[in-house]
């Protein structure tokens, strides 16, 4: 086991009736807030309404309309009513991208020159405004950890930044907030959380049983509970499973003690940043294509406990174990109506993959850090054998 | 899934070489450090010349001598230094005992009456002085959790109390400051990880698969690493996973969003106080009587999930994978070479065994709370049960 420092002191308050603490929750950090959000879908789910009734009192700014794949215009904008209204907490409701607008707004409102900077360089981000947040959708962990993805479209970069004052200070956990989320943004996100998970398992750290075992039993929980919320979207616990499957599946429970070489959310920031698809449904996508490729001598054991822990399949043979798994993982992905091609994604040109494959070894250096070590020319393959149907020889 | 609120700062410090952080760690309170240690185990381990090198040029006024079962006095003798030395910050170096008798000192330096009184009436735990501490020994997990339990010789009372101001705000957690744990305090205190993790995990609140899931792999950790450190005891995975596994087992992860009816603990806490018997050795003894008593058709889908998932027992008959497990649980334990029985624990005499049992239904009213609902008779039918050998009708 590696070597780690665990500090996540986000006060979590998960459940119903929970948003009588949100007054104090702002509140304690000064009156100025500003209250970032998405579209209108808090509109119609009420949810707006009662957040501004907690801040009665306090003096609110408003951004709304940040988007999926969230901009640096929309980081920008909000430093900028930061600066303007003298915020001193930003409140953010809505999903992974208006959070992580948000987390990097709070750092950029504290710092000298363009945000951008602090998403180029994390060794930049230094002090930031406090955040508080309200999660609607169960997908990226951002709620419970100290990382942000933002996205530039003017240079197709779509990159990861982390700083230890990004943590939100109290996050809002309520699953009935997540009853209206449509089935593909559930399965997508349902996605996101196992691949988080993928990351962090297959690791080349020794020793990590504890972080194997319980990446295993939160891959359980969201292959048991994704489907129900997608078939019964107002099942509480399903959703409520999902929830903190999606906190504690990147607060570094899984990942500390790991050497944490990062291959797919890589490969797939390219095609968002590209193709703005859903970033979810584009890891999905490419997951059993890399597990296949990842799969060899050196890898067989972790891939079949993967199988055997995860999925209950038991055979003599590890190597068919391994194989089944991925097999059961890309049909588990399609079982969730995700299109598992590129071309499913609405990706029909390949033109770009090439750039794209450099830009992603470049990036979080693929062909030294990764779990199974990859050079453009084999991102590139990636890229070109998720645009076929997949298939496997068992 | 119940309503909770998950809020656990510690700042946990994880391996090797972690403790150049020390100093700054407890300075950043103040310059009076209170430093709080046991035995003198960690003299002869070299851990104790470690700190003081590190507390150099603080004032530093030392306590020693706190016993298992941490006692009422030692606590009121550490908030007399505190007091007489205008102490800051308190750094407690042991394991469970030590730093439980640090926390109650530590809302006891900032409490008018008898600390005591913070035992008896966890309400009238209010501010605390910061606390830090470094671990020697898995098992307790309140390294990472707001509890603490004293025990009171005159009155036979070991009773547990709790605080948001009691969680440590820095834990340092060296797994080699474990390699000198007898095999002994080693299987003792795996029991207790495992005793935590099943008072959380037999519960009566549903839809919970994520914090059932999690504490399977904790499980599975606790039973695969225990043997190998009790075989290799400077085997660093094997302590790695048994600490980290200490500190998940009890802060939160696996409890909160139950109803958490504990019933083995309060039970045990009577042997502990009349006997003062190893705790953990104690719940070893106690758990797989505990569990034939609740397995009934109400329960046996969750005692047969646990043989399925835990112990990888697979029957048609749910009822005989359910008492399987049992049987595995109590072999498990056996074979850390705890004695299963209270004789084997040093405990000839029964008299008592009515008395104990009313008061731990009394304190934690097991006849309402409990999974399966206790009477004294039904706790006093339990302690002479374990005065057997077991065994079970498969």
Do not use: C
């Not at 603490?21 to 959000?37: E, K, P, R, T």
């Not at 004052?165 to 349902?190: C, D, H, M, R, Y």
């Not at 597990?291 to 590890?318: H, P, R, S």
Request: aromatic residues 8%; proline residues 3%.
């Amino acid at each position: 086991m590696e070597n780690f420092r665990f500090y996540v002191p986000t006060d979590i308050r998960f459940g119903k009736d929970q948003l009588d603490a949100l007054h104090d929750s702002v509140a304690q950090f000064g009156n100025n807030v500003l209250f970032i959000y998405g579209g209108g879908s808090i509109k119609k789910s009420g949810l707006y309404d009662q957040v501004l009734a907690q801040l009665a009192g306090l003096n609110v700014t408003e951004l709304s309309g940040v988007e999926p794949n969230p901009r640096i215009e929309s980081v920008r904008e909000a430093v900028k009513l930061s600066h303007e209204n003298n915020i001193d907490v930003i409140l953010a409701v809505g999903g992974g991208s208006v959070i992580d607008a948000a987390k990097v707004a709070a750092a950029g409102a504290k710092y000298e020159g363009d945000a951008w900077d602090l998403v180029k360089d994390a060794s930049k981000v230094g002090e930031a405004l406090p955040l508080v947040d309200i999660l609607t959708l169960s997908a990226t962990g951002t709620e419970m950890n100290r990382n942000a993805v933002i996205t530039n479209f003017d240079t197709n970069e779509k990159l990861g930044t982390t700083g230890w004052n990004l943590i939100p200070a109290v996050s809002f956990l309520n699953p009935e907030n997540t009853f209206t989320v449509s089935k593909w943004q559930t399965a997508a996100g349902s996605a996101d959380i196992m691949s988080h998970l993928f990351e962090q398992y297959f690791d080349r750290a020794e020793g990590t049983d504890i972080q194997d075992f319980v990446a295993e039993g939160i891959l359980k929980t969201v292959i048991k509970n994704a489907p129900i919320a997608m078939q019964d979207p107002t099942n509480y616990d399903a959703r409520a499973n999902l929830m903190w499957a999606s906190s504690l599946a990147l607060n570094g429970l899984t990942g500390k003690g790991k050497k944490n070489g990062w291959t797919v959310h890589p490969i797939e920031h390219e095609l968002s940043a590209y193709y703005d698809i859903t970033h979810g449904a584009g890891l999905a996508a490419l997951t059993p294509r890399w597990m296949e490729f990842a799969l060899d001598a050196t890898t067989v054991d972790k891939f079949a406990q993967y199988g055997e822990n995860v999925w209950g399949i038991k055979n003599d043979d590890k190597m068919k174990t391994a194989k089944e798994a991925i097999l059961a993982t890309h049909d588990f992905f399609a079982s969730l109506d995700i299109p598992m091609t590129l071309q499913g994604l609405g990706i029909e040109e390949d033109t770009k993959f090439a750039e794209m494959a450099a830009e992603a070894v470049r990036i979080d250096a693929l062909d030294k850090n990764a779990y199974a070590k990859m050079t453009p020319a084999d991102v590139e393959a990636l890229y070109r054998a998720t645009s076929e149907e997949f298939s496997i020889d068992l």
